[in-house]
Structure formats: C-alpha cells, structure tokens
C-alpha cells in the first residue's frame, strides 16, 4: 500500500504538498488559538510539516497517517529536526479507515477529501476522532472563476465543472452539514506559483539524473505540458484554502 512512485519525484523538494507558503500554515495555527499539550489528528499528513512545526511552535501532540512511505519518512525526519519527535507520531496506514484511539481536539484533513469522496464524506470521517466542541480543519479546492470550456475543466484534474464549487458553494456545503466557519486561510497565486513551479525543478532534475528509467517517458510528457497547463488554466482559475469548522450546538 503506497503513492505512485511518481509523487515522491514530483514533489520531492516539498515539505508542504498542498499550495500553501510556510507563513499561510502558520497563520492557521494561530488562528485557530492552539495551545500547549492540544492533540491534533491529520489525516494524509504528506510530509508531517503541519503537525511538526505546529509542535514545535504550540507545543501540541498529533498523530499523521498517510500512505505514502516515502512522505513519512520525510515527516519522521522532520519531527526529529525539530526536536518534536517524541510529541508527533507518523502512522503508515489508510485514512479513510482511521479513527483516533481518543477524541482529539483538532481533526484534519487538508487538501485531500477525496478520501471521504469530497467535503462531506471528509467531514464525517473527521467526525468519528473529533471531541465535541473540537474543531476540524477541512483543505479544499474551488473555482475561482467560472471555466471557459471542459478544456479548462481537465486542466484544473476535473472531470466535470461540478467536481468543485465556487467559494459560496463550499460554504453552503458547510452550512448545510451543521457546521460554523469561524476562520479561514487562502492561498494566493504566489503560493500556487510555489507549489507547481517547483515540481517542474523537481520533474527536471530527475530527468537529467534518470534518462533510462521506466518512469522518464511519463514525467517528460508532464514537464512539457504542466508549466502551460498551469499558466493558461490552473493559476486563475482555482482556489484553495484551509476551513476551520466548529459544530453547532
């Protein structure tokens, strides 16, 4: 059970693997007003930078599960730089399927709800680790403008231009789940610029290093569309940001 190794080249200089600077992950975790010894529970946690510099600079415990080895291997290393490495643990497994041992007092999954099939399902299964008044911090994508064509669709990896909703749209979904939104972070074209440019340095370096491998053919058909597809479509056309949620009582 683990990511296509084309992941780990693509994004193997990241340590955030979501369009978000280190100064927008900051900015949530004081917003949200985390304190010391507040767990926190991140489903597909990547590389574990969330829970580790949240630790670092909170002092919270947490627990990240992702399936991807290569990520968490990156996430062990980074806890030990750190010195948060007896505070933040990283578990290989299934987060579709993962429910805390103990109610924990932020639960997330941060740009990857397709593990519940989209907001909603992502939403209840943070529910299941989530203690009541908790809140639960949801990463999801979402048109910024309207999509000229289906061209535009399958360039922003949609099939359909009702895969996302607008901003509003994302807040009815919210709404109507029982849920207030009491803070929000967004990422902006320089972070976006930051997430894809560099997995194009990344896509590149590799090449040079690996011309014979199997995988080449694959990664330079994405390096020679990915930079246009991401000017002409990606980088007007979506959003992205990090809701934190609080249930109504």
Not at 67 to 82: G, H, K
Not at 108 to 132: F, K, M, Y
Not at 177 to 198: C, H, I, K, P, T
Not at 214 to 223: D, G
């Amino acid at each position: 059970m683990d990511l296509p190794r084309s992941f780990a080249v693509r994004e193997s200089s990241h340590r955030i693997l979501n369009p978000f600077t280190p100064e927008k992950l900051a900015t949530v975790g004081a917003a949200i007003g985390l304190r010391p010894g507040d767990t926190v529970l991140d489903l597909c946690c990547g590389k574990g930078e969330m829970l580790s510099t949240w630790s670092r600079d909170h002092g919270i415990t947490g627990t990240g599960v992702d399936i991807s080895t290569f990520f968490l291997a990156a996430a062990r290393e980074r806890a030990a730089e750190l010195g948060v490495g007896e505070r933040v643990t990283f578990t290989h497994g299934d987060a579709s399927t993962y429910v805390a041992g103990e109610p924990v007092d932020v639960a997330a999954c941060v740009g990857a709800t397709w593990i519940g099939g989209g907001t909603a399902g992502a939403v209840a299964l943070l529910e299941r680790s989530l203690r009541p008044g908790g809140t639960m911090l949801i990463g999801e994508v979402f048109w910024r403008a309207e999509p000229p064509s289906q061209e535009a669709v399958e360039a922003c990896h949609a099939s359909s231009r009702d895969d996302f909703g607008t901003l509003p749209d994302l807040f009815e979904v919210f709404d109507g789940l029982g849920y207030d939104v009491v803070e929000m972070v967004l990422a902006d074209e320089d972070s976006w610029d930051r997430y894809y440019a560099a997995q194009w340095r990344n896509l590149r370096t590799w090449l040079d290093a690996n011309p014979d491998d199997e995988l080449a053919p694959e990664l330079r058909a994405e390096l020679s569309h990915a930079p246009m597809r991401y000017v002409r479509f990606q980088r007007h056309l979506l959003g992205w940001g990090v809701f934190a949620l609080m249930k109504r009582r």
